[in-house]
């Protein structure tokens, strides 16, 4: 963030103020928690009015308060409150009226009133309100139009967000159309559930463009590149991440020394229920790490396969399953191909390269054992199959990550993605080397790891 330390200080005397309002159940809490990146906000549920008092969340850095976000409770009865607002007289503005209406509910004891007296308050109280709408409603339905209404007389810039516009029941089109008739300018795409950067993008500078204080402007316009920012540093040391498991996997030798025809038998079955202890604990700690990046936390994917469709999550498949492992060694055996052709034209890979590509790739199995008779040892190592299954996974992972939005209530049901590693890819060609005991640049493999998550940024990059 560009923010200069004595603007934080008038930030925190003075902090943004945004009110999130909507009708219930329209995805306020849910806007909130992808905001704020705070998926601990709130309350989600799909039962009716489940936020009942204006919760208030702050985020600061270094202790100081950059903005506070206000969650409202639903409207309820407005029809009947916005009659009397009607046909209010002597009444010199429109921020008047609310006033009154405010003064009016304020020794009111019933809970509806009280609730939308609330609101009020946090409106009356905020630089900028939020309003959202769920695009699967019907557009025509009178009361959105009673809200907007509403929220205008009160006097604070107001921008609305298009919420869920992703499911398949979304009626953007209707929407739109509806705003245009009604004159309404200042709305913007926004799914709680799912991250878009453009979408994300809009709505920080519409805010910035309706923020009245220079201050509130200039931190707007620094918070959205912060965001977008976080996203890319997550991304970027996930790919290392990523590469140090490739790496260490691929060196993981385990050694029973001492063995002979008698005994190798019983040792390659010792060597293989350690490697596979070994790897999976180093494929769960990336995980996790991954995770964490993203600020997300290992129990925040989906680990119970009865609950989805195939046992294909991250955490749900078996990483020495032989069905999963035939992936594995098909992108291995379309990367030997790849590797074929470099020596042909000139590249880098040797014989060995050659040779261990086109003799194992067709190997659907997680391990391969070396044996040394003279010295009486026995190793078990990665097979090729394994190590594009792990990239794949953990691939998949980061890119699932970078457009979840904070506000889906659901476990992170994270799906193998088979396409996830390209097989010509400059990544591919050095898990071949790696697995074939050649040097790789560490640096030169992050990069690669890098281009393998986000082909088309890479590209636009370069």
């Known amino acids: 963030m560009t923010f200069r330390f004595n603007q934080l ?10 009110c999130v309002v909507g009708h219930t159940n329209h995805g306020k809490t849910s806007t909130i928690r992808t905001l704020v990146e705070d998926a601990s906000f ?11 008092n204006v919760e208030e969340t702050r985020v600061a850095i270094s202790g100081k308060s950059l903005f506070h976000v206000l969650d409202t409770p639903g409207f309820e009865l407005l029809d009947e ?3 009397e607002l009607r046909e209010a007289k002597n009444s010199r503005s429109k921020e008047r009226e609310i006033d009154g209406l405010i003064k009016k509910l304020t020794g009111n004891r019933g809970e509806n009133d009280r609730r939308l007296l609330r609101t009020l308050e946090a409106v009356k109280s905020s630089n900028l309100v939020i309003q959202v709408l769920d695009v699967r409603e019907e557009a025509t339905d009178p009361q959105y139009h009673d809200e907007i209404e509403f929220l205008q007389r009160c006097g604070i810039p107001l921008i609305i967000t298009l919420n869920f516009v992703n499911h398949k029941q979304a009626k953007v089109d209707a929407w739109q159309d509806y705003f245009q008739q009604i004159g309404i300018h200042t709305y913007t795409k926004f799914d709680a559930h799912t991250r878009r950067w453009k979408d994300e993008h809009t709505l920080f500078k519409k805010m910035e463009s309706l ?5 509130h402007q200039d931190f707007l316009s620094s918070w959205v590149d912060y965001r977008k920012d976080f996203v890319a540093e997550a991304t970027k040391y996930s790919a290392t991440d990523i590469a140090s498991l490739i790496r260490d996997v691929a060196k993981h030798r385990p050694t029973a020394y001492g063995v002979d025809r008698k005994t190798r038998s019983a040792k390659r079955a010792e060597l293989k229920e350690q490697f596979e202890i070994d790897v999976i604990e180093m494929k769960d700690e990336c995980i996790k790490t991954i995770l964490k990046r993203f600020h997300f936390e290992f129990n925040d994917i989906e680990n119970d396969t009865d609950q989805v469709d195939d046992a294909d999550t991250i955490t749900g498949m078996s990483l020495f399953d032989s069905s999963w492992l035939k992936w ?7 990367a030997a191909g790849l590797a074929v052709d470099m020596m042909l034209v000139g590249g880098t890979f040797g014989i060995p390269t050659l040779i261990g590509g086109v003799a194992g790739y067709c190997l659907a199995t997680g391990y391969e054992y070396k044996s040394d008779k003279g010295s009486c040892k026995e190793s078990i190592n990665a097979s090729k199959a394994l190590l594009f299954l792990l990239a794949g996974m953990t691939i998949s992972l980061v890119r699932a990550l970078k457009t979840r939005g904070r506000a889906d209530p659901h476990r992170v049901d994270v799906r193998f993605d088979k396409k996830a590693l390209d097989p010509k890819s400059e990544f591919a060609s050095n898990i071949v080397a790696l697995h074939e005991g050649m040097h790789v640049d560490f640096d030169d493999l992050v990069t690669s790891v890098r281009r393998a998550i986000d082909p088309q940024q890479e590209a636009s990059e370069n």
Do not use: F
């Open 9 to 18: 200080k008038e930030l925190k005397k003075n902090p943004l103020r945004i």
């Open 211 to 215: 923020a009245a204080e220079t201050l």
């Open 81 to 83: 409150r916005l009659y």
């Open 42 to 52: 709130g309350v989600v549920d799909n039962a009716p009015g489940v936020t009942r």
């Open 328 to 334: 594995g060694a098909a992108a291995a055996g379309a």
